[in-house]
């Protein structure tokens, strides 16, 4: 047989290292949540692994589009409190079970165990589905932890955690029903650590999103989360891991040294990093194009 030669062979090798060192570089380095003023033209030419938005404003052309840029598009959903700009909110404003407005303004307690509360939020899976959204990403189910703190006397007589969990599991069982198990649910998952002790919990998500676990937001900045808590918070993450749940770390971040040193740590534990600037800490802007490239 006759051999090609041996120049032609270098061109060939050459294009081929080329060919993988192009599709590497277009790998995605990081996630992105963005929440507040949504404008699709930001994320324009970017890449995401995982990427959290508002629904809001968008339509299905738009969630096409979105679509292309990550590898899975997840649509944010407030679980554990009402938030009065809401659609829903003519209908349950007024209603015995919204209470006192949390530290947020426009946000108020409510009692998520009720069904008229479940079914709230099954519309807004349906809306997230209907559009284009591949699943959606469950907050504040930490109220359930605030709760069992505060104990208002709406609450007395219930068990906040075990109502979280019901709650999470009975969304995720009608999603996935409804619009098939490759629907993904992820949580938000705060300070209720301890859920992730639970099996029906554990079972019934998907993924899991932790904010500030290396870094921590205050004074207007970041910093660095206590050892001790940071550890104690990694001990249930890599339990979790090793369930197969995908983890997501958001940390409030300075510079793009401190991104990078976050993404080794993330890639390090097997977790998706969203290395969000600190000055941005509302998520009303994606990260910075630089802190996500090698």
Known sequence: MRRAPLPLLLLLLLAIILLYALRGSSEPLCS???????????????????????MEGLNPSAIGELRRR??????????????EWRDYWSEIGGGGWVHEPTEYEGEYFVEYWRPEWRDVILTLVEEAHGIGFEGVLLDNVDASTTLRELRPTWSRGLEPE????????????????????????????GSALRLLGDERFLSSIDGILREELWHTYGDGGSLKTPRE???????????ARGRGKTILVADPLES???????????LEEGFKPIPQPSSAWDY???????????
């Open 162 to 189: 075990e109502s979280m969990i019901n709650l999470v599991e009975e969304v995720s069982r009608a999603a996935k029903q409804r619009y098939g198990v490759e629907f993904k649910v992820y949580v938000n998952l």
């Open 229 to 239: 808590e940071a550890e104690e918070t990694l001990r249930y993450l890599r339990e």
């Open 256 to 266: 793009g040294e401190e991104a990078e040193e976050f993404r080794a740590l993330c």
């Open 284 to 294: 009303s802007r994606p990260p910075p194009r630089a802190w996500c490239s090698r």
């Open 32 to 54: 992105c949540c963005y929440l507040t003023d949504v404008d699709p033209e930001r994320l324009r030419g970017r890449r995401f692994d995982v990427l959290i938005l508002e």
């Open 70 to 83: 990550c590898r899975l598009l997840l649509a944010y959903i407030n679980l554990g409190y009402a938030e």
